[in-house]
């Protein structure tokens, strides 16, 4: 990656700003496959017979899988507020007071 060759040219070893990136990508993943299989457990409840398990078992993996992808947004976005980018533009008390607003903001809708 090209960001990653320019930092090692100017000496910076940046490895947070690399696992960020890989989270959010996993994360933008699984966010589709959620909303696919939400959709599939909605509209087409009588082909999963297939599956040879319930529709509540099949609703209970998916909402354990909503709470891990949860988890892991959160972790993504705190990584986020954490890099290099983030912390040159805002103060330290900026970042800390943005953290517990995301924390805060997220934990509501539990």
Known sequence: MPFQRQD???GIHHRWPWVHGLLGFITFIW?????????????FQRQLRYFKLSYAQLRLY???SGIFLFTLACIDTVLG??????QSKFSNNTIISYVLWYLMASSIFQ
Do not use: K, R
């Open 8 to 10: 090692y040219l100017d």
């Open 81 to 86: 507020l954490a890099s290099n980018w983030f």
């Open 31 to 43: 966010t589709f496959l959620q909303a696919f299989t939400g959709l599939f457990l909605t509209i």
């Open 62 to 64: 998916h909402a354990t």
